[in-house]
């Protein structure tokens, strides 16, 4: 038997899966993560990609709690079945050949920020930090469209072209990277920043 049910055991594929478990486990420890929420990426090489099944707990994340799916027709090889949001990895993956891994998580506090009362796009992680403006440079935007969609995963693939991070307007945040560390170290500053927002609203010090 595989590290993966019905797929037989590749040298490269349990260190992909060692990894995917630390780092969700990392992030549900943060609050990036909760429940069943989100979901996982990487890129096995030019063919398959290991992505977190449909249901998973990610802060508990087992080996089996992984498939293997196929880049170019999107269908599950082994494990499964997939993330709903399957789509949207698979149309990163295509329109990025860099990319090597992909972190879709539901941060407690972008979320928070996204839905202050007369809050603007334009002024989402609007901070007078020496460190803000590089952050949010690197976060670009999707409307708000039906999680697991193909709108949805057209639209976060296309403004993953120029940013490795992609907020999705009502849902959550996508970053992409060549490990799924960059991903996450990407998550935790922007999450960051929010919550630096946050305090300054809660104590008058920033309108938004």
Not at 3 to 10: A, K, M, N, R, V
Not at 56 to 62: C, D, I, V
Not at 90 to 100: S, T, W
Not at 107 to 136: C, I, N, Q, V, Y
């Amino acid at each position: 038997m595989g590290l993966i049910p019905d797929f037989p055991d590749l040298p490269e594929l349990a260190g992909i899966v060692k990894d995917m478990r630390a780092i969700c486990r990392d992030a549900w420890q943060q609050g990036l993560l909760s429940g069943c929420n989100g979901n996982a990426s990487c890129r096995l090489d030019g063919e398959r990609i290991c992505v977190t099944r449909s249901g998973a707990a990610k802060g508990r994340l087992r080996a089996e709690d992984c498939c293997l799916v196929d880049l170019r027709s999107g269908r599950t090889l082994a494990g499964g079945p997939a993330s709903t949001e399957l789509g949207m990895h698979l149309a990163i993956y295509r329109a990025l050949p860099d990319c090597g891994a992909v972190l879709h998580t539901h941060p407690r506090r972008l979320l928070a920020l996204s839905l202050h009362p007369g809050g603007k796009t334009e002024d989402f992680l609007r901070l007078p930090l020496f460190e803000a403006e590089t952050w949010r440079a690197r976060l670009g935007c999707a409307p708000a469209l039906e999680p697991g969609g193909q709108a949805l995963a057209r639209a976060v693939a296309l403004a993953a072209q120029q940013r490795p991070a992609v907020w999705m307007a009502g849902h959550g945040l996508c970053c992409w990277g060549k490990t799924l560390a960059d991903a996450l170290c990407m998550s935790e500053e922007l999450e960051h920043l929010a919550a630096v927002q946050l305090l300054a609203l809660q104590h008058g010090r920033q309108s938004v």
